[in-house]
């Protein structure tokens, strides 16, 4: 009996704290004026304030334009100068005279789905997928998609787009980001399309079938750079970007599936400021 109250006990504690962590800061001026009322008052604050990350969305009052007041740590969505996405005009990027090279290395791999909350992430059970800038590889760490697309090519989006994100030995990111639109079925994602959990996961749902990515990638893999930021908070900086100028397709039918999870998960373009894109 005991215990199962305890039990019961320690659930309301844990929904409580729940709750006051998704609700705004309310209770923060009476914590501080009346210390009369502690023995009523769970000590909500330090959980609180240990949550890993405010919550945010792509609407309303914790929308894209309320990141940087969410938390602290989002300061860059606000102050950053090299923040993506970004509208990419093709007429107006440089050709590189010393390109620096990208090569593709992708294999064979089995992955896991999870949905965030934010989108429909694929994890790779290994980490031999990479990609190797100049003399720098970076292993392929997730990949994940936005609808519509994130990064625009002279001023106009795409259906949806793909992101993947890849690291390097010092943590640093390099992400590849493919524009999807709409044509053929993407027979390489069918598995994982059918697979995608509706709701928010606690748990990643395996699939089966190993995916080469290399079979998803456009047959033109010249490219668009620029240093640019993470498109979710913290919107840190440092990001390599390269997109792909080639779409890749999707079926109607796989685009609609996706936008009945996630009707629309992009962050709007940035400002350029005096960053340059290369044409690569
Ligand atoms: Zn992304």
């Given at each position: 009996?005991?215990?199962?109250?305890?039990?019961?006990?320690?659930?309301?504690?844990?929904?409580?704290?729940?709750?006051?962590?998704?609700?705004?800061?309310?209770?923060?001026?009476?914590?501080?004026?009346?210390?009369?009322?502690?023995?009523?008052?769970?000590?909500?604050?330090?959980?609180?304030?240990?949550?890993?990350?405010?919550?945010?969305?792509?609407?309303?009052?914790?929308?894209?334009?309320?990141?940087?007041?969410?938390?602290?740590?989002?300061?860059?969505?606000?102050?950053?100068?090299?923040?993506?996405?970004?509208?990419?005009?093709?007429?107006?990027?440089?050709?590189?005279?010393?390109?620096?090279?990208?090569?593709?290395?992708?294999?064979?791999?089995?992955?896991?789905?999870?949905?965030?909350?934010?989108?429909?992430?694929?994890?790779?059970?290994?980490?031999?997928?990479?990609i190797t800038l100049g003399n720098d590889t970076y292993h392929l760490a997730q990949l994940h998609f936005h609808t519509p697309s994130e990064h625009q090519l002279n001023g106009n989006s795409f259906d949806m787009e793909l992101h993947l994100v890849h690291k390097n030995?010092?943590?640093?990111?390099?992400?590849?980001?493919?524009?999807?639109?709409?044509?053929?079925?993407?027979?390489?994602?069918?598995?994982?399309?059918?697979?995608?959990?509706?709701?928010?996961?606690?748990?990643?749902?395996?699939?089966?079938?190993?995916?080469?990515?290399?079979?998803?990638?456009?047959?033109?893999?010249?490219?668009?750079?620029?240093?640019?930021?993470?498109?979710?908070?913290?919107?840190?900086?440092?990001?390599?970007?390269?997109?792909?100028?080639?779409?890749?397709?999707?079926?109607?039918?796989?685009?609609?599936?996706?936008?009945?999870?996630?009707?629309?998960?992009?962050?709007?373009?940035?400002?350029?400021?005096?960053?340059?894109i290369f044409k690569y």
């Amino acid at each position: 009996m005991k215990k199962k109250q305890i039990s019961a006990l320690s659930l309301l504690l844990v929904l409580s704290l729940l709750l006051a962590a998704c609700s705004s800061s309310k209770t923060d001026s009476s914590k501080e004026t009346d210390s009369s009322k502690e023995a009523d008052t769970p000590v909500t604050s330090p959980v609180s304030n240990s949550e890993e990350e405010a919550h945010w969305s792509y609407e309303g009052e914790t929308g894209p334009e309320h990141w940087g007041d969410l938390d602290p740590a989002n300061l860059a969505c606000v102050n950053g100068t090299e923040q993506s996405p970004i509208n990419i005009e093709t007429t107006e990027t440089e050709e590189k005279a010393d390109p620096q090279e990208l090569t593709i290395n992708y294999v064979p791999t089995l992955f896991s789905l999870e949905n965030n909350g934010h989108t429909i992430q694929a994890n790779p059970a290994a980490s031999d997928n990479s990609i190797t800038l100049g003399n720098d590889t970076y292993h392929l760490a997730q990949l994940h998609f936005h609808t519509p697309s994130e990064h625009q090519l002279n001023g106009n989006s795409f259906d949806m787009e793909l992101h993947l994100v890849h690291k390097n030995e010092k943590d640093e990111l390099a992400v590849l980001g493919l524009m999807i639109k709409e044509g053929k079925e993407n027979s390489i994602l069918k598995e994982a399309w059918e697979s995608m959990p509706k709701e928010q996961t606690t748990e990643d749902v395996q699939l089966k079938q190993q995916i080469d990515l290399t079979n998803i990638l456009p047959k033109n893999q010249d490219s668009f750079r620029y240093n640019g930021s993470l498109t979710t908070p913290s919107c840190t900086e440092g990001v390599k970007w390269i997109v792909l100028e080639e779409p890749i397709e999707m079926s109607k039918e796989q685009i609609k599936r996706f936008q009945e999870i996630f009707p629309e998960n992009n962050r709007p373009v940035q400002n350029l400021n005096d960053r340059e894109i290369f044409k690569y």
